[in-house]
Each structure stands twice: as C-alpha cells, then as structure tokens.
C-alpha cells in the first residue's frame, strides 16, 4: 500500500536552469504539494536549508558553485539536515555516477528526461521506504 | 567523423522533445554545412570533450521554440524571451547528457559543456573545431529546427 505523501512538507528545488526549476514545481503541484522554494545552484540552496526548515530536496547534478553532488555530501554531514530526504534529477545517467550519487546518500534519482508519472512514483518510492524503516 | 556518434543524438533529441515537451518530430535529410550561419532564430551550442572533440547545437525557429517552450511549461510565449533562451539551453542540456550516456554505455567517454545560447537572425554557430559540421533538419507541427554535429578526427577513448 502507498503511503499518503505529507503535501505540506517544503520542498526545495534547485537547478541552476530556470526552465527545469518551473517544470519540477508543476510536477510537485500537480503531485498536490503547494510550499515550494528554489535554489538556482548547491550553495544557495545550502544556505536556504541552514536558514529555513525545509522537508525535502530535489536537485539537478551539474551546477556552477557546488554540484548537486557536493550539495548532498554537504547535506549529510550538516546536523540539522543530515536526515533530508533527496531526489536528484539529472542527465548524469551514467552507472558511475548513480553509484556516486548512492554512496553520497542520495534517496533516489531520477535520469532525464522524464515525464510527471516518473517523479511521482520515485517520490513515493522515497517516502515508502523511509517509513518502512521507520 | 565516426558516424557512430552522430546517431545518439538524434535518438537523444527524438527522446528529449517527446518526453518533456510532448512534441513528435520528424528527421530530414541530413546535409553537409560549410559555413557558421545558422538555419533559424535561437541555438544552444554544447561542447564536448573527449578524444576526440567536438560540439553540437540545436537551432530552432521562432514558431517552433515557442510551441515546444509552451508545452514544456504550460505558458504561452509570443517573443524569444529569456525564458525561452533559459529552456533552449536546458533542452541542449538534456539532449547532449542523453546522447553521452548512450556514448557512455557503448564505452565511449565524454565530457559536455554547460550550454550556451546564441540569437537574433542570422547569428553564427561556433563550433569547437574545424571538422565538417554534419546538419539534420528536423520539422515539427509548429516549424522546423536544426541539429548540427561538428567532431575532429581522432581515436576515441574507449572502456
């Protein structure tokens, strides 16, 4: 049985293209989620989750300043958000850098380009297998 | 220049416009470009890095980006705005990251640039060498873009 997705959770979306960034938020409102904030590359978006209390990432790989990659690597090893459920969504497809992105912590991933349905069910893999183990 | 590499980014651009801009495509014949003036009103050029080097670059219409842009975002677009320019880099993104992981999977290694985007009538395309450029037209509903392949000579690195 899926479990009920928490829609008021906010998320943060970060890529430093401005065009993926309006895509991902359609999906996660058309998903039903409404508290949505982006980050156009990792260090803006470290500094938004160090400042605000953010539920969940998703993140683009290749960015100008820090990564997706050293974004998350940086999320583990902060306190505060060490636990932070994140999606990355990338053209690194490559199996080299999923097993990067896994030994990094990532929770999933997805490789674009992708469609609506895609983002769902891999936001719904997530939120499944943390309450599992919960 | 390896024909073998020219294939994944048609199957790549096919893929990319199907599946986030719901748009059917349909290829051309390709022809031979000798000169850096490009075929239409916006381009997104991609470096790549291999051995061997090389480039590529999406130039489309007015009419045609603006119909792809809209069902990519949901948004209707009059003129060649930022936004569109923003969408026709993150579309050479995508289109060059799916073709180098097809390479990828075959053994060959490449690395890709961060896009760039050029515009206004009759802007050139700079490819990142000297070898023939390789041009495939492609038509849409809405017009018509273009896909150019520039890549060197030389051995590629494999494994």
Redesign the interface.
Known sequence: MKPELNLNMKVLVVDD????R??VR?ILKQIGFTNIVEADDGANALSIIKQEKIDFVVTDW?M?NMTGLELLKNIRSTEKAKDMPVLMV?????AENVVDAVKAGVDNYI?????AETVQEKIEQIFAKRSANS | MNVEFINPFLSATIGVLKTMAFTEVTAGKPFLKNDKISRGDVSGVVGITGPPNGSMSLTFSKECIMEIVSNMLGETFQEVTDDIKDAVGELSNMISGTARNDLGNKGYSFKTSIPTVVSGPGHEIRHMCKAPTIAIPFNTKAGPFVVEISFENGTPTKG
């Open positions: 293209f401005a065009t993926m309006k895509i359609n290749n100008p990338t053209a690194e497809g490559l490789v674009k380009p992708f469609t």
